[in-house]
């Protein structure tokens, strides 16, 4: 009998027993945390397309430097904080209660730094959360360094310093309030302290990283910036292996062949139809039923979860899909209209300026910038598999011939 629990993750960092890949930023990354334990600061900016797996990333590389360095492992999800203060608190309460797992003395040290500013939350007091006034985050965002030094010593003396993942930085990146505090910050730490064993590590998508350059120019010096591309085709194909695995399932090879194929390489695609194709099975063997079948599955959940509504709906017009279906016999991530045209109907090219000027506007595709007139490409790489998933759906045809 199949598990009842999927191995699969869908929009949260992969586990760590399933992950796989990325060994040269891996090592690139922990380079930098090894120089920051003998107590140079040191600030990473991780980078790469949404989806790509750059959480997963950060959350194996906290697990390895909690284990091998034995770091205070401090990871900040920081999606809809727009303010500097409000990243302050989120920091501090991510400290506050990573300490206080600390079985032998419940993080007294802490506790005892953080004063008035805690309130212990759950039934008998058994977790804390941060709770200052508005004048202590004013203080705590004007005398950051200092604060976070304060707390290395209270830390027990096992912990080698601080590993904090600074996760979805989107918000803070559209003003430079941000940019000029972090890149005060880093100066302070430089030019007071001669020893400061911080990593910190920020996680953005490209735009984002260009934006805080623009607000501040000098800012991006001071990261080691580190970008992850997509996974290798045997990459992935050992993720489904060892996924798959976990629940005592055996993947046959032309199966993974199309799972492969059609996950693209993005982390966030291979978890989805992971999890659709193991919804799908019924037995202890993925064959290439069960991963057609999941794979087309998938397709209308990444619709729906990863495009928004507008974009969703006007793509899934009944006046559209034909056009689309065209579009996507073939997988490609570019396009010229020429060449489609080739592939129509006549109704169908008497809409067709209309359909590009409707993706266009609801931000599908975007013209080529390296192509010919009338080429254009898809804003990301999981639109262009989605519209091909939907392809292989209307059509009925077999995802892999």
Request: with cysteine; net charge neutral.
């Amino acid at each position: 009998m199949p598990a009842d629990t999927s191995p699969f993750t869908p929009g949260i960092p992969v586990p760590v027993e399933v992950f796989v890949g990325r060994k040269s930023q891996l090592e690139e990354i922990l380079q930098y945390v090894e120089r920051s334990k003998k107590g140079k600061q040191e600030n990473i900016f991780l980078t790469g397309e949404r989806g790509i797996g750059k959480s997963s990333l950060a959350k194996y590389i906290r697990e390895i430097s909690t284990i091998k360095d034995n770091y205070l492992p401090i990871h900040v999800l920081l999606g809809g904080v727009n303010s500097v203060e409000g990243a302050i608190f989120k920091i501090f309460d991510a400290i506050l209660k990573e300490s206080y797992k600390d079985k032998e003395n419940r993080g007294e040290k802490i506790k005892e730094f953080f004063g008035k500013c805690i309130a212990e939350v759950g039934l008998f007091g058994v977790s804390v959360a941060f709770k200052p006034q508005q004048e202590n985050l004013r203080d705590l965002k004007n005398n950051f360094a200092e604060f976070l030094m304060n707390v290395i010593e209270r830390i027990p003396k096992t912990k080698s310093g601080l590993f904090i993942v600074l996760d979805d930085i989107n918000g803070l990146a559209k003003t430079d309030e941000f940019a000029n505090w972090y890149k005060s910050f880093v100066d302070h730490i430089a030019t007071h302290y001669t020893k400061c064993p911080i990593t910190i590590l920020i996680i953005g998508l490209p735009e984002v990283r260009d934006a805080l350059s623009s607000h501040q120019e000098s800012l991006m010096r001071i990261f080691r910036v580190v970008n992850i591309e997509k996974l290798s085709n045997a990459e992935v194909r050992d993720f489904f292996l060892r996924a798959f695995e976990t629940v005592h399932t055996r993947v046959d090879d032309d199966a993974n062949d199309m799972l492969v194929i059609y996950s693209s390489g993005l982390p966030i695609l291979m978890h989805e139809i992971g999890d659709s194709v193991f919804r799908k099975n019924t037995d202890t063997r993925i064959d290439r039923v069960d991963a057609s079948s999941g794979i087309v599955s998938a397709a209308n959940i990444i619709g729906e979860k990863y495009l928004n509504p507008k974009v969703y709906h006007a793509i899934r017009s009944e006046r559209y899909t034909s056009i689309l279906t065209k579009i996507g016999k073939n997988f490609s991530f570019r396009f010229r209209k020429r060449e489609i045209e080739k592939t129509l109907n006549e109704s169908e090219k008497r809409v067709i300026n209309n359909f590009l000027r409707t993706m266009r506007d609801n931000g599908v595709i975007v013209q080529d910038p390296d192509g010919a007139r009338g080429s254009y490409q898809f804003v990301n790489e999981l639109y262009a598999l989605y519209i091909t998933m939907m392809s292989a759906e209307k059509t009925g045809s077999h995802l892999v011939k």
